[in-house]
C-alpha cells in the first residue's frame, strides 16, 4: 500500500501572550508561503455593520475582513483558524486578496513554535471615539510598536507655498 505524502498541519491555535488565541508555526514555514485562507459568511459592508451594531465601543473584538468595497468576510460566522490571528507591528506575515478572498502569507521565514501576526491596519473614521487608540491599543510586545491595531493617522497635508514660476525679477533701471 502506497504511503500517502500528505505534509504535517503548519499551525494550530493556542492561547496567545499577546491576546487571546493566536496562532502558532508547527513547523518551520518559509517566506511567501500561503498559510491559511481566511474563511466566513461573506456579507456587505452595511450587513457586516448591523451584526455588530449593538457591540459597545470600548470592545475592539472583531472578525470582519474587508475584501472589498462590496465585501466582507466575517470570521466569526463559518470561520477557520486565520481569524485568531493576531496583530503585530513586526509582523511575519500579511494579507493578500486573490479573486476576491484572503489569504494569509508568511513575509519572512517563520520558525517552529512562532507565533503568527499581521498588521491589520484597521481604517480610521470621522465619527471613531476620542479614544479609539486606546480601544483597539497593541499588545504586540514589538520594539517599534506604534501602540495600536488601527492604521496610522495620516499627517495633516501642508499647504505648497505659491512659486513664482521659476522667473526672476528684471530689474529696471
Not at 466566513?40 to 472589498?68: I, M, P, W
Amino acid at each position: 500500500m502506497k504511503k500517502s505524502a500528505r505534509r504535517a498541519p503548519m499551525i494550530e491555535v493556542r492561547h496567545s501572550p499577546i491576546h487571546g488565541f493566536g496562532v502558532f508555526a508547527l513547523r518551520r514555514i518559509r517566506k511567501g508561503t500561503a498559510i491559511i485562507e481566511y474563511l466566513g459568511e461573506r456579507v456587505s459592508h452595511a450587513e457586516a455593520d448591523a451584526r455588530y451594531e449593538d457591540k459597545t465601543e470600548d470592545d475592539n473584538h472583531t472578525f470582519l475582513f474587508t475584501v472589498d468595497s462590496k465585501t466582507v468576510i466575517d470570521g466569526g460566522v463559518g470561520g477557520n483558524e486565520g481569524r485568531y490571528i493576531n496583530h503585530g507591528c513586526e509582523p511575519n506575515c500579511e494579507s493578500s486578496v486573490a479573486d476576491k478572498r484572503i489569504f494569509i502569507e508568511a513575509i519572512r521565514t517563520i520558525q517552529k513554535g512562532e507565533e503568527l501576526a499581521y498588521d491589520y491596519q484597521i481604517g480610521r473614521d470621522v465619527d471613531d471615539a476620542p479614544n479609539v487608540d486606546e480601544i483597539f491599543a497593541c499588545r504586540c510586545g514589538a520594539q517599534n510598536c506604534r501602540g495600536s491595531m488601527l492604521a496610522p493617522a495620516k499627517a495633516p497635508r501642508k499647504r505648497r507655498a505659491r512659486r513664482t514660476a521659476g522667473r526672476a525679477k528684471r530689474k529696471t533701471h
